[in-house]
Nanobody, 124 residues
Framework: QVQLVESGGGLVQAGGSLRLSCVAS????????MGWFRQAPGKEREFVAA????????DYADSVKGRFTISRDNAQTTVYLQMNSLTPEDTAVYYC?????????????????WGQGTRVTVSS
């Protein structure tokens, strides 16, 4: 049974920071690309960031480049999303995802495992 468990969400003021964590179990973690998506109220789920199995390749949505950093620790089977300079537009439920593929990261169909999500609310 694959499980992706996110944590670290919460309420933060604009300009603040949060670090999301996602602990994976039930899969060969080092064999998966890992990603983060988000879904704001009334909007479609969107790609945020992804990292290759080795950590050597990373991709970000344009809206978060320069503010968010994705990283992973294969020994801890954990992927992180450091979010800085948060704005109210970052308010969303953030989902951790796992993909067996090394490309196509911006498409949700690339991923076959999803966490339950953690809510991030940024107040103005």
């Amino acid at each position: 049974q694959v499980q992706l468990v996110e944590s670290g969400g919460g309420l933060v003021q604009a300009g603040g920071s949060l670090r999301l964590s996602c602990v994976a179990s039930g899969l060969t973690f080092s064999g998966y690309s890992m990603g983060w998506f988000r879904q704001a109220p009334g909007k479609e789920r969107e790609f945020v960031a992804a990292v290759s199995w080795s950590g050597g390749e990373i991709d970000y949505a344009d809206s978060v480049k320069g503010r968010f950093t994705i990283s992973r620790d294969n020994a801890q089977t954990t992927v992180y999303l450091q979010m800085n300079s948060l704005t109210p537009e970052d308010t969303a439920v953030y989902y951790c995802t796992a993909s067996p593929f090394s490309r196509g990261w911006t498409f949700s169909s690339t991923y076959n495992h999803w966490g339950q999500g953690t809510r991030v609310t940024v107040s103005s």
